[in-house]
């Protein structure tokens, strides 16, 4: 939100890379394509539409971590 505010394309562009990434790595796509989005807006100089989507993927980060949550709390069988 800040880097937004202040209008810091960089950061932006920075932060929503690495975001893309972690959320790559635990398989959170409905975040990772979020994330992608915002970096390709940053990318591109549009950030009119920016504020939306710092709060989808806001919207989005409870719900995996949620998610997470319960994996640890009540793990899923294994496969035999």
């Excluded at 398989?27 to 990318?43: F, H, K, S, V």
């Excluded at 504020?51 to 993927?57: A, D, L, M, N, R």
């Amino acid at each position: 939100k800040t880097a937004l505010a202040d209008q810091n394309t960089a950061e932006l562009i920075h932060l929503a890379h690495s975001l893309k990434g972690a959320a790559a790595n635990f398989n959170a796509e409905p975040l990772t394509t979020l994330a992608r989005e915002l970096e390709i807006q940053a990318r591109a100089g549009e950030l009119s539409h920016a504020p939306e989507w710092v709060e989808k993927i806001e919207a989005e980060i409870p719900l995996l971590v949620t998610f997470y949550q319960q994996q640890i709390t009540n793990p899923p069988e294994a496969a035999i």
